[in-house]
């Protein structure tokens, strides 16, 4: 079993940044991708941005210049660089770790963050 937690969402405004961060934890293998995905009330959940352990990237059209993921391997964690942030950017942001133990692939989900971005 895999934890995930997030944390670093908050209220910012319109041009600003906030820097995300998801930590794993717990018994696995290995953990492979990792990414993050955004929801508003009403609509489906979103990929946002994502990174492969061999640090492959790939972004949503919405974000591609603006958010920059990033993870550092030894601590399982992944970051979400969000820059010139719009309203648009406003939901609740949840990451999510691949991983894989002695029985199989297994995708753990964190319990999200708020972001709120005020024009």
């Known amino acids: 079993q895999v934890q995930v937690v997030e944390s670093g969402g908050g209220l910012v405004q319109a041009g600003g940044s906030l820097r995300l961060s998801c930590a794993a934890s717990?018994?696995?293998?290995?953990?492979?991708?990792m990414n993050w995905f955004r929801q508003v009330p009403g609509k489906q959940r979103e990929l946002v941005a994502a990174i492969t352990s061999g640090g492959s990237t790939n972004y949503a059209d919405s974000v591609k210049g603006r958010f920059i993921i990033s993870r550092d391997n030894a601590k399982y964690t992944v970051y979400l660089q969000m820059n010139s942030l719009i309203s648009e950017d406003t939901a609740v942001y949840y990451c999510n770790a691949n991983y894989r133990t002695g029985s199989g692939i297994y995708t753990s989900w964190g319990q999200g963050t708020q972001v709120t971005v005020s024009s």
């Open positions: 717990g018994s696995f293998v290995a953990i492979n991708a």
